[in-house]
């Protein structure tokens, strides 16, 4: 299986980041032998994946990076990098090599000091592989002083360093790193596309399947999560029954204050399973004999580590948020969709009678001025507004 083949629906991009990896492979093969490389060479030093959530950005940066370790003896026989199976695939796909570093981050936002980490470890040359790869799959969560580290490594790489930055849009980096980067866009997978990798990798039930990925609007990860886990529907169709009970303002601050605690359970349920984990890997790292105290000029780590896993909480409740948000405004769409006469598929077509029944009671001017409530209120957490105080002006607006 090439490296490839996990970009579902992607064959354009696919074929171009195929096209720069056969390049990249020629570069170093004529490097070594101590002859030019390719004149007209379609490899660069750092790239831009962007994309809407699900498209897969991190996997086409991850395949990329695989693709530019590939060490497969067909090379020489004519064969493209990227097969999938070599040393140098394999432990690229799953985070083992050398040379592949890849970033992503648990907290909201990447600071300074992480930053300078990386760029000291981009100027290293590779240890065992072609080309020393630093994959950072959240370039928009770096602060504005961590992109002017990074901009600077990206100006003057090191001979044999590619950058991989993924982020939602080109609006996400800052204007003097993108200006430096080959930008690929990925699109919205098909539904159907998802609904097979589902059903081929997963095993998921074909019903199953094209029921989660129409649901979540070819978003990959959302839908084999909403496939194979119970809670995950449960919360799904709690948000769906949230524009039938904002009739009054009562109801609406009720339906705010579940949300927020819905938020707040899933991030409780997250530090559960890590952060007990982390504490006593940290602990025993430190020396702390089972059960005993810590040794003395420690507190100071752990403290550290207690603000690290407390932002992350932070995140991973707004994460939690947004995403009842987005499922809150395909529902909005779906009732557009009906009001207009539209031909195009529902995405929620479980609750069909619940979205006939709001299209019927109001009109279209009026659901698209709800569907700005939930894009207001997506735009009032990323400001850091206090979340509770978000979501009950979005339903104060979203009252009949």
Same mark, same amino acid.
């Given at each position: 299986?090439?490296?490839?083949?996990?970009?579902?629906?992607?064959?354009?991009?696919?074929?171009?980041?195929?096209?720069?990896?056969?390049?990249?492979?020629?570069?170093?093969?004529?490097?070594?032998?101590?002859?030019?490389?390719?004149?007209?060479?379609?490899?660069?030093?750092?790239?831009?994946?962007?994309?809407?959530?699900?498209?897969?950005?991190?996997?086409?940066?991850?395949?990329?990076?695989?693709?530019?370790?590939?060490?497969?003896?067909?090379?020489?026989?004519?064969?493209?990098?990227?097969?999938?199976?070599?040393?140098?695939?394999?432990?690229?796909?799953?985070?083992?090599?050398?040379?592949?570093?890849?970033?992503?981050?648990?907290?909201?936002?990447?600071?300074?000091?992480?930053?300078?980490?990386?760029?000291?470890?981009? !100027?290293?040359?590779?240890? *065992? @592989?072609?080309?020393?790869?630093?994959?950072? #799959?959240?370039? /928009?969560?770096?602060? &504005?002083? %961590?992109?002017?580290?990074?901009?600077?490594?990206?100006?003057?790489?090191?001979?044999?360093?590619?950058?991989?930055?993924?982020?939602?849009?080109?609006?996400?980096?800052?204007?003097?790193?993108?200006?430096?980067?080959?930008?690929?866009?990925?699109?919205?997978?098909?539904?159907?596309?998802?609904?097979?990798?589902?059903?081929?990798?997963?095993?998921?039930?074909?019903?199953?399947?094209?029921?989660?990925?129409?649901?979540?609007?070819?978003?990959?990860?959302?839908?084999?999560?909403?496939?194979?886990?119970?809670?995950?529907?449960?919360?799904?169709?709690?948000?769906?029954?949230?524009? !039938?009970?904002?009739?009054? *303002? @009562?109801?609406?601050?009720?339906?705010?204050? #579940?949300?927020? /605690?819905?938020?707040? &359970?899933? %991030?409780?349920?997250?530090?559960?399973?890590?952060?007990?984990?982390?504490?006593?890997?940290?602990?025993?790292?430190?020396?702390?004999?089972?059960?005993?105290?810590?040794?003395?000029?420690?507190?100071?780590?752990?403290?550290?580590?207690?603000?690290?896993?407390?932002?992350?909480?932070?995140?991973?409740?707004?994460?939690?948020?947004?995403?009842?948000?987005?499922?809150?405004?395909?529902?909005?769409?779906?009732?557009?969709?009906?009001?207009?006469?539209?031909?195009?598929?529902?995405?929620?077509?479980?609750?069909?009678?619940?979205?006939?029944?709001?299209?019927?009671?109001?009109?279209?001017?009026?659901?698209?001025?709800?569907?700005?409530?939930?894009?207001?209120?997506? #735009?009032?957490? /990323?400001?850091?507004?206090?979340?509770?105080?978000?979501?009950?002006?979005?339903?104060?607006?979203?009252?009949?």
């Amino acid at each position: 299986m090439a490296v490839w083949d996990d970009l579902v629906g992607q064959e354009r991009l696919a074929e171009q980041l195929a096209a720069a990896a056969r390049d990249a492979d020629a570069l170093v093969t004529a490097q070594a032998a101590g002859e030019p490389g390719p004149e007209a060479s379609k490899m660069t030093h750092a790239w831009l994946f962007t994309g809407p959530p699900g498209s897969g950005r991190a996997t086409a940066a991850r395949a990329f990076a695989a693709a530019l370790q590939c060490v497969s003896p067909d090379r020489a026989l004519g064969g493209a990098p990227g097969c999938g199976f070599c040393d140098g695939c394999h432990t690229a796909l799953v985070g083992t090599h050398a040379d592949v570093e890849v970033v992503r981050t648990d907290l909201l936002s990447i600071g300074v000091k992480e930053t300078r980490d990386l760029v000291r470890r981009a !100027q290293l040359s590779p240890a *065992v @592989g072609r080309w020393q790869v630093i994959v950072l #799959e959240d370039a /928009d969560r770096l602060t &504005e002083g %961590a992109g002017n580290v990074l901009l600077k490594a990206v100006e003057e790489p090191a001979p044999r360093t590619v950058w991989l930055l993924c982020a939602p849009s080109l609006e996400d980096v800052l204007p003097t790193i993108r200006s430096r980067c080959r930008h690929v866009s990925l699109r919205t997978p098909p539904v159907a596309a998802v609904a097979d990798v589902l059903v081929r990798r997963d095993g998921i039930e074909p019903q199953a399947a094209q029921d989660a990925a129409r649901a979540t609007q070819g978003h990959i990860d959302r839908a084999r999560r909403l496939a194979t886990d119970e809670r995950a529907r449960a919360r799904r169709a709690t948000v769906l029954k949230l524009p !039938q009970r904002v009739e009054d *303002v @009562g109801g609406g601050l009720r339906a705010a204050q #579940e949300l927020i /605690d819905a938020a707040a &359970e899933d %991030a409780q349920q997250v530090a559960e399973e890590i952060d007990a984990k982390e504490t006593e890997e940290l602990k025993a790292a430190l020396g702390a004999a089972q059960g005993g105290r810590m040794p003395r000029g420690t507190a100071g780590v752990m403290k550290e580590l207690e603000e690290r896993q407390k932002r992350r909480r932070t995140r991973t409740q707004r994460d939690s948020l947004d995403l009842a948000l987005t499922d809150l405004t395909g529902f909005y769409r779906d009732v557009l969709a009906i009001q207009l006469g539209a031909r195009t598929p529902l995405a929620n077509e479980d609750v069909r009678d619940a979205l006939e029944r709001i299209a019927r009671g109001t009109t279209p001017e009026r659901t698209l001025r709800r569907i700005e409530a939930v894009l207001a209120c997506r #735009e009032a957490l /990323d400001r850091n507004v206090a979340p509770l105080l978000a979501v009950e002006a979005m339903t104060m607006e979203l009252r009949g």
